[in-house]
């Protein structure tokens, strides 16, 4: 049975509008990208990359997975979004708080060497809790949207802060001030998601019809509280987000331990780049989640295959178009301090296309409460990832890491395909045949 014409209609249109949005988040990217690596070089470049790097994790360890389990029992029907918002209030204020404490210690142990260096450390505290909390304001309030599949907002939101990125990134590169240094551009970026936090917010609140007449706001299952439930599922999404980030990240410091920050700087250019071939797959998947927690979603495991087979062959088509645009331009946008970046984005596609069905497949089980076998996949892939960084980096330097990142993005490839079939019961050969349907 595959979904209804109008649910069809709805997911097309939701895939289409976000796929646009993302795309022209990659163009304002890859400028803010160019802007700022003429404004700070390498050194300036890295210390971004090491606060980002920072910032994405406490957002994650502090941001218990809270994000995924509003989008999952809000679109299941579990739970009335503004009554799950209220219950979460304090959720949210003991977040920030935690995130406060947790710096001012981390800045005065030797982890301090994994941070930014040219930010004082009153600064970096600071820094480092706002931008947790601008960040946490907007994923909880894109789960409701997302859950409701109301993209919209969140795209354009997205799409506004990324331009004003790219123009005031764009404006200190032209005018070239004394101090237009990496701290400027951190506080740039956490003003731009205040105000990306504060535009979802102006769209959320007057909107009543987010809560579905008649529905009850606890959970549909008896003797079951709300928060109980939200709880456990977000443990689960929790740990497995950061075993993925640290997937993601980890590989940046142990470049910055073996080799410094000027190494950073170049290898986090060739990463970020070659990531941008994750705009469909990760506009699909974003839009797939919801669909496969509404109750009412029929042909879900047809819906998942197919997008995983979209995702795969759209991001092939980009990774390749994106190499040889690396190989032909990449110095002569960003300046020769870059040169080793394209070499460095072949070896990362290697694994970053593969990678394009895991975020597809991954959202899918989310979605069906099957978090548990993203939670598995990703930790044995993390143990395999600080095995080969350690192996590789110390020697080979940011080559080694991008090595050991492709190899880490294919066996958490394989691992996760062999969960979705496992789970589903399908044969491989129903995700790698070039037909639309699922039998």
């Avoid at 360890?61 to 009335?80: M, R």
């Avoid at 979802?200 to 007449?213: C, D, E, G, M, Q």
């Avoid at 299952?221 to 109980?228: K, R, S, T």
Wanted: charged fraction near 10%.
């Amino acid at each position: 049975m595959m979904l209804p014409a109008a649910s069809r209609s709805r997911a097309a249109q939701a895939v289409i509008g976000t796929s646009a949005s993302q795309a022209a988040i990659v163009f304002l990217v890859f400028a803010t990208s160019v802007a700022q690596a003429r404004l700070l070089g390498p050194f300036g470049r890295g210390e971004l990359a090491l606060f980002l790097n920072a910032g994405g994790l406490f957002v994650l360890l502090f941001g218990f997975g809270i994000g995924s389990a509003i989008t999952y029992f809000v679109a299941s029907d579990a739970a009335q979004p503004q009554t799950l918002l209220r219950s979460l209030v304090r959720a949210f204020t003991a977040t920030v708080v935690a995130t406060l404490a947790c710096t001012g210690v981390v800045v005065a142990t030797p982890v301090r060497q994994l941070l930014p260096h040219t930010i004082s450390e009153a600064w970096l505290v600071v820094a480092l809790t706002l931008y947790f909390a601008a960040t946490q304001a907007t994923a909880w309030q894109s789960g409701i949207l997302a859950a409701r599949v109301v993209f919209a907002p969140i795209n354009w939101s997205a799409v506004l802060v990324a331009a004003t990125a790219a123009a005031v990134s764009a404006g200190l590169l032209l005018a070239a001030p004394s101090w237009a240094d990496a701290s400027v551009i951190i506080g740039m970026m956490i003003v731009l998601e205040f105000v990306r936090a504060a535009s979802l917010a102006a769209y959320l609140i007057p909107r009543r019809w987010l809560n579905r007449p008649g529905m009850s706001a606890e959970v549909r299952h008896p003797g079951e509280n709300v928060l109980a439930s939200v709880w456990r599922y977000s443990g689960l999404a929790f740990v497995g987000d950061t075993l993925q980030f640290l997937t993601y990240r980890i590989d940046l410091w142990v470049v910055a331990a073996f080799h410094g920050t000027v190494t950073v700087g170049v290898y986090a250019l060739a990463v970020s780049l070659a990531q941008l071939v994750w705009i469909v797959p990760g506009a699909i998947a974003r839009v797939l989640f919801p669909y496969a927690a509404m109750p009412e979603t029929a042909d879900r495991l047809g819906l998942a295959v197919r997008a995983a087979r979209f995702a795969f062959l759209a991001s092939a088509a980009c990774a390749l178009a994106g190499w040889i645009g690396s190989e032909l331009f990449l110095t002569v946008l960003f300046g020769d301090d870059f040169s080793a970046a394209p070499t460095l984005i072949g070896i990362l596609m290697l694994g970053i296309v593969p990678f394009s069905v895991v975020k597809v497949l991954g959202n899918y089980l989310a979605g069906v409460n099957a978090i548990a076998l993203n939670v598995m996949s990703a930790g044995a892939t993390l143990a395999i990832t600080i095995a080969l960084d350690f192996l590789l980096i110390p020697r080979f330097g940011a080559g080694g890491a991008a090595w050991a990142t492709a190899a880490s993005y294919v066996i958490q490839s394989a691992l996760v395909v062999g969960f979705f079939l496992r789970r589903s019961g399908l044969p491989l050969r129903s995700l790698i045949r070039l037909r639309t349907t699922v039998s």
